[in-house]
T-cell receptor, first 111, second 115 residues
Framework: SQQGEEDPQALSIQEGENATMNCSYK?????LQWYRQNSGRGLVHLIL?????REKHSGRLRVTLDTSKKSSSLLITASRAADTASYFC???????????FGSGTRLLVRP | NAGVMQNPRHLVRRRGQEARLRCSPM?????VYWYRQLPEEGLKFMVY????????ESGMPKERFSAEFPKEGPSILRIQQVVRGDSAAYFC?????????????FGEGSRLTVL
């Protein structure tokens, strides 16, 4: 069964707007990661947040983690057309060496 | 610094043939992971290998699929007697150490089409 589930499955916004994606998981984790995938390409790591952290920033990205609710959110501020991609959360719930990916959010940023 | 290299990028096979997918991890990385992705879906873990050892193959079908990471050379994901349901993108990823400290580095994937 899926460990991480992203919400929404698809998101369409105008350039300049903010995009928020959510991820829920089922069991305790050591860390949670977000990845981006452009169409037809491999995944690129965006940010990692550890279970003892609540918020992390990287450029226009802000990630929060709520371990009590077993959820995380990824906020992309001032979106650009180039942010159009699929975004996946991944957790290491099963072990320290295996990442389990969610089903992803497909983001479309309209110019 | 070369990233994770996968080849072939695209592979077409007829039902019953064999598919061999190769992955060279990033320099200095000794941990390799294979994932499968169906269209519009997330990545499904298949197998985790270290040099000459399969650590976890719990996500790999017991029949027709095998993986190896020899002392020398790339990691190989082998699918025997392919069926149409094997059509997918297969991604390899590597890391320098166990994941409790860091991220995975992905290749661009090998897209298998079974006719």
């Amino acid at each position: 069964s899926q460990q991480g589930e992203e919400d929404p499955q698809a998101l369409s916004i105008q350039e300049g707007e903010n995009a928020t994606m959510n991820c829920s998981y089922k069991t305790s984790i050591n860390n949670l990661q977000w990845y981006r995938q452009n169409s037809g390409r491999g995944l690129v790591h965006l940010i990692l947040i550890r279970s003892n952290e609540r918020e992390k920033h990287s450029g226009r990205l802000r990630v929060t983690l709520d371990t009590s609710k077993k959820s995380s959110s990824l906020l992309i501020t001032a979106s650009r057309a180039a942010d159009t991609a699929s975004y996946f959360c991944a957790t290491d719930w099963d072990s320290s060496y295996k990442l389990i990916f969610g089903s992803g959010t497909r983001l479309l940023v309209r110019p | 610094n070369a990233g994770v290299m996968q080849n072939p990028r695209h592979l077409v096979r007829r039902r019953g043939q064999e598919a061999r997918l190769r992955c060279s991890p990033m320099k200095g990385h000794s941990h390799v992971y294979w994932y499968r992705q169906l269209p519009e879906e997330g990545l499904k873990f298949m197998v985790y290998l270290q040099k000459e050892n399969i650590i976890d193959e719990s996500g790999m079908p017991k029949e027709r699929f095998s993986a190896e990471f020899p002392k020398e050379g790339p990691s190989i994901l082998r699918i025997q007697q392919v069926v149409r349901g094997d059509s997918a993108a297969y991604f390899c990823a590597s890391s320098p150490q166990e994941l409790n400290t860091g991220e995975l580095f992905f290749g661009e994937g090998s897209r298998l089409t079974v006719l």
